[in-house]
């Protein structure tokens, strides 16, 4: 999968796996009949209404005390010299983009590097955020002492709330998310656990629907698309700040 190395899948295994995986976004399980398409959405609706109230219960331990982004930030990573702009997605994933922002305002991810970038046999992702820069890090909280980790956070399209800890076909929902991996999308990297993302993100290099509703995309870069499919292994972050929006991260950490 999209982690850290040797807990994560090989990359190339991802992208062989993932072909055989057509059923993820739920769409091909749904039928064309009206009986179907009905109980389908009745199906949805009690699903997203059920996690709706998990959210306010915390289904993941320690969720509300996260970082969370109320609405949208923008953030400024400085790659080889040049810009790329992020807007962070707060509105559709707070949880996710509540804690890259407080790691970019930690100063977390400035020097850190790319430790994985696949291309071949197609664009796939370059992926980042690895304090220890091998794909097997995560951001160890100072005060703690442990790695800080935040629920897989889905939300489906039409839905109040989003998922958490679970996958949209682990929650029997077939609608797509709202948050997609369309090429530019930022989206944070995970093991095999739903609940295993820490401060490890990719950008994607294409369009990959195959990961929708797998992985929580969290926002996407809205200039400097340009110098993303340059960047090689072993690239630097060289700096990422809030540029904008920062008044909407509430209990950072």
Known sequence: MLLKAPKYFLVTLLIVGAL???GCSGNEAVSTSPDSTVAAADN????????????KNEAFPGMNDLPRLEGKATVVMT?????VTIEVDGTNAPISAGNFVDLVQKGVYDGLTFHRVVRD?????AQGGDPKGNGTGGYV????GSERT?????????????????????ANVSKPPELQHKAGAVAMARSQSPNSASSQFYFTLANL???????AVFGNVTEGMDIVNK??????????????GAENLKNAQ
Do not use: C, H, R
């Not at 790659?79 to 810009?83: D, L």
């Not at 630097?236 to 904008?244: C, D, G, N, S, W």
């Open 20 to 22: 055989m995986l057509n």
């Open 44 to 55: 949805d609706t009690t699903a997203q209404a059920t996690l709706a109230s998990e959210v």
């Open 79 to 83: 790659v080889n010299g040049s810009p």
């Open 121 to 125: 046999p197609q664009p796939f992702v």
């Open 141 to 144: 909280d100072k005060q703690t």
């Open 150 to 170: 935040i629920p897989l956070e889905i939300k489906p399209q039409g839905a109040s709330e989003p998922i958490y800890g679970k996958t949209l076909e682990m």
């Open 209 to 215: 629907p195959f990961l929708d509703g797998n992985y």
């Open 231 to 244: 960047i090689q292994q072993g690239d630097k972050i060289e700096k990422a700040e809030v540029t904008k």
